[in-house]
């Protein structure tokens, strides 16, 4: 017989243990990028975030997903939508300045070197779908963002140009040049000396993208 205390049902929307969430996204992040996605099982992840496997695919479904969601969570973290917000009361100038410079220290951070060579890793060895989805969340996402940015002062008679789409690319070529390469080539380990080098190619990456598209 049942007693008279009555059980609480389980709700269907239950919200998950944000914690075990941020505990597997924390050790998927440190697997991959020491042991590339290929070499990364999902028994692993769980043994690093000391949760069960269960858990992991509760809250991720898969390791293509888990990996998309790692990859969306920190490139929100670095590079949130809102700087690529247009606001006509600021000169875009500025704003250009302020993207650009969190772009290039993105890239010089020794992490994020790691997650691209891991990447080259497994496209190497015939796995390309995790290159595909590191493309789809952070080039793909980001081109997104300038494009609207750029079209936005366009509008505004911020910019003169005839094809954004063309003009994001070109922008981002500019203010990068060749810092990515060779910390990928081990040329350069990015020292504290590099700061000055980001800070110029930044700037000067701007200026060479307003001289051809500031309005005459």
């Not at 996204?25 to 992840?45: C, E, V």
């Not at 000391?50 to 998309?68: A, C, P």
């Not at 493309?135 to 910019?159: F, I, K, S, T």
Request: charged share 25%; glycine share 6%; net charge neutral.
């Amino acid at each position: 017989m049942i007693s008279g205390a009555q059980i609480k049902p389980q709700g269907p929307g239950r919200p998950k243990d944000m914690e075990k969430r941020a505990a597997i996204l924390a050790a998927a992040k440190a697997l991959f990028i020491r042991n590339a996605f290929a070499g990364t099982s999902m028994d692993a992840i769980a043994a690093e975030a000391k949760v069960s496997k269960l858990t992991v695919y509760s809250h991720f479904g898969d390791k293509d997903n888990l990996f998309r969601e790692v990859i969306r969570s920190r490139i929100e973290d670095l590079l949130p939508e809102d700087i690529y917000q247009f606001d006509p009361n600021v000169g875009i100038e500025q704003t250009l300045h302020a993207i650009a410079q969190a772009h290039m220290h993105i890239d010089c951070q020794a992490e994020h070197v790691g997650t691209f060579r891991a990447i080259l890793s497994d496209c190497r060895q015939g796995n390309p779908r995790y290159g595909k989805l590191l493309w789809e969340e952070g080039p793909a996402r980001m081109h997104r963002l300038m494009e609207n940015l750029l079209q936005q002062a366009v509008d505004h008679g911020a910019l003169d140009i005839p094809v954004v789409k063309t003009a994001s690319v070109q922008f981002f070529s500019l203010i990068k040049g060749d810092m990515l390469l060779r910390r990928l080539f081990g040329c350069d380990e990015c020292p504290e000396t590099a700061a000055a080098e980001i800070e110029a190619m930044a700037r000067t990456g701007v200026n060479t993208f307003l001289r051809a598209y500031v309005p005459r």
